[in-house]
Each structure stands twice: as structure tokens, then as C-alpha cells.
């Protein structure tokens, strides 16, 4: 809380306090930008063009960007029929790598003849790449474990500013997904620190004294926060009837436009994942709804899980130190 007093030379002092401080837009806003690709030789691999910290906690901050990662991952991991000796959840855990960093990789395990047995999904949040084109898994206390670029499968989005690391296809909606997420944490500060608040107290009465003052300063202020709403009661001998106002300066139900924003920010995100909004759980606003359900899956599938597939598929089965008995194989009818 701020308070200042601005000084009248014709009466008391008029004093004047507000709460909060203004908050910079986009504090942490380097978590998401797009930086040029550079090699850290301290660490010794080449950095990443977006964190992928950055990229992970955004996932986790809107319901709609975080929820859709998973479905889409779901999707291709549902036709996943077997081969390269993976579990459903390992090829569960490649494709939400894929989908969330714009890259994923498998590990070839191989035997005591170099022959390949299996694969093994390896994290990308933590997977970066040395300047020799082999890879590097980050361990904790600045450890890593060195990978030969012959032993990953190595699978990104592509990316016309730089072919080391993958793109994520949804970047154009990741400021819906904050715009989106801002919108309710204001909400939800704007309740826990007293809706009722949205209004000046303005006393001009020449009754009222400094004490008195003083006191009502502190009834309000107290009144901050959820369930702390009380009704004020105040005696002015003599008082002037016009002596004290509420003047109203905040309707929060007019002012933010907050399903406007949320549901157009929604859009943005959905858009931006390419995804039906009938199957993100997006209630219609007319009466025409959003059609039929079996169609649009049948469309979105044939244009963006299938080919999804394929291209994992095509990835690791081109390997040529993959035999043809660990073939991937993909439910593609």
C-alpha cells in the first residue's frame, strides 16, 4: 500500500492511498522467447533457442494449452500397435516430447554384439546437443551422460531459423495461453483481496477530525481480503448528510470483459493447436453447435494424428540399425 498527502493551502492536508504497485508486462517473458541458437562452451553443448523450463510451466498454467498436449499425445500413442520393444506409455512419453519441445529421441539399447534390442525414450527437456552431433542427457549437479550420435533416433519439428533443435507447433498461441491465464489469476486476486473494494471513500465533511479520519483509514484497509466485508457504521455531530460518498470506479462484471477474454484467448490456443473445439470440451454459443462430432474427429485425424504417426514411424523404421522385427507399427486404417 502507497499513501501520499497533497497539501491545500485553503484547508487540512487531502490524503490520498491506494494498493499494489503496477506489474511489468511480460516479467517473465524470456522463459518463452525465441533467442539465437549459440554454443555454451562452458557447458559444452549448444543452447536451446527456448527454454524448455519455460516451455514446460506454460503447459501447466492454462487449461486449455496443457490439455491439449495431452490429448494430442494420447491420440498417437492410441494407434500405437507395438514394436521397438516400447510400451504404450514410452511411446506416449516420445510423442508428448515431440509435441511440447518440437524434438524427441529414443536411445538404441544394444547388445554385447552392438546389435539393437530395443529403444528407450530419452526426456528432451533435459537433452541437448554437442557440437559434434553426438548428444548430452543434463543430470543433476551440472552432470551429464554423453550419447554417440549413432545411438539416438533423433526426431524434431522443423525449424527454418536453425536444424539443431526442434520447433513446438503451437508457439503462435502462447500469448492467448497467458492472456488466458491472466485473466483468471485477476480475477481470482480481484476476490481474495476484496471484490467490494472497487470504490473511492470520499469525506468532505468539516466535522470530521483527524482521529476520526485515522480510524476509518484503518476500517477499510482491514477490510481487505475474502469474507472480511462488514457494513460501516459513522456518527458526525453535526455532520453534513453530503459529507461522505462512496463513488463507485471499478465494476469488475463490465470493465475486464472476462468471458469475452477467455473465451476468445481459448480460441486462440485451439487454433494454434489446430485442434476441434467440439473434442477440447468447448461449450457452443448457438444453436447450431459445433457439428457433428464422428466427422470432425474422422477429418482431424486424417490430418493431423495419422500423418503424426507416419512420421515417427518413417523416423525410427529408416534406421538402419533397426530390424525389421522392431519395426513401429501404427493402427494407420
Keep these: 500500500m502507497t499513501e501520499q498527502a497533497i497539501s ?3 484547508s487540512n492536508p487531502m490524503t490520498a492511498f491506494n494498493f499494489g504497485e503496477p506489474e511489468p508486462i ?4 524470456w ?16 543452447s536451446t533457442p527456448i527454454s524448455r523450463q519455460g516451455l514446460a510451466q506454460i503447459a501447466n498454467t492454462n487449461a486449455h494449452h496443457g490439455a491439449l498436449i495431452y490429448a494430442r499425445r494420447n491420440m498417437v500413442a492410441g494407434r500405437f500397435k507395438g514394436g521397438g520393444g516400447l510400451k504404450r506409455r514410452q511411446m506416449q512419453a516420445f510423442a508428448h516430447d515431440l509435441i511440447q519441445f518440437g524434438d524427441a529421441a529414443f ?27 553426438d548428444f548430452v542427457l543434463l543430470q543433476a549437479n551440472n552432470e551429464q551422460i554423453r550419447y554417440r550420435q549413432e545411438d539416438v533416433i533423433y526426431l524434431t519439428q522443423y525449424d527454418p531459423r536453425q536444424q539443431i533443435y526442434g520447433l513446438p507447433d503451437y508457439l503462435g498461441g502462447i500469448q492467448s495461453a497467458l492472456l488466458n491465464r491472466d485473466a483468471t489469476m485477476f480475477r481470482r486476486r480481484y476476490y481474495q483481496n476484496g471484490a467490494h473494494m472497487g470504490f473511492i471513500f470520499y469525506a468532505t465533511d468539516p466535522n470530521l477530525s483527524e482521529d476520526q479520519e485515522e480510524e476509518l483509514k484503518k476500517k477499510i484497509q482491514s477490510s481487505k481480503g475474502v469474507g472480511n466485508f462488514r457494513s460501516l457504521f459513522i456518527n458526525i455531530p453535526n455532520g453534513n448528510p453530503d459529507g461522505v460518498k462512496l463513488i463507485p470506479v471499478g465494476d469488475i462484471a463490465t470493465k475486464d470483459d472476462f468471458d469475452r477474454i477467455k473465451n476468445i484467448s481459448a480460441q486462440d490456443v485451439l487454433t494454434a493447436h489446430r485442434f476441434p473445439p467440439g473434442q477440447a470440451g468447448i461449450i457452443p454459443s448457438n444453436a447450431a453447435g459445433l457439428g457433428d462430432p464422428e466427422k470432425t474427429d474422422a477429418v482431424y485425424t486424417r490430418n493431423e494424428v495419422l500423418p503424426l504417426c507416419e512420421l515417427i514411424a518413417d523416423e525410427v523404421n529408416s534406421d538402419p540399425d533397426i530390424p525389421a522385427r522392431l519395426a513401429l507399427q501404427f493402427a494407420l486404417e
Design 26 to 29: 511480460e516479467s517473465g517473458r
Design 8 to 10: 491545500n493551502p485553503a
Design 107 to 133: 536411445l538404441k539399447i544394444r547388445n554385447s554384439l552392438g546389435r539393437v534390442v530395443r529403444l528407450h525414450p530419452l526426456p528432451s527437456i533435459y537433452l541437448r546437443r554437442h557440437q559434434s552431433g
Design 31 to 46: 522463459l518463452t522467447d525465441y533467442t539465437e541458437l549459440f554454443y555454451d562452451h562452458f557447458a559444452d553443448y549448444w
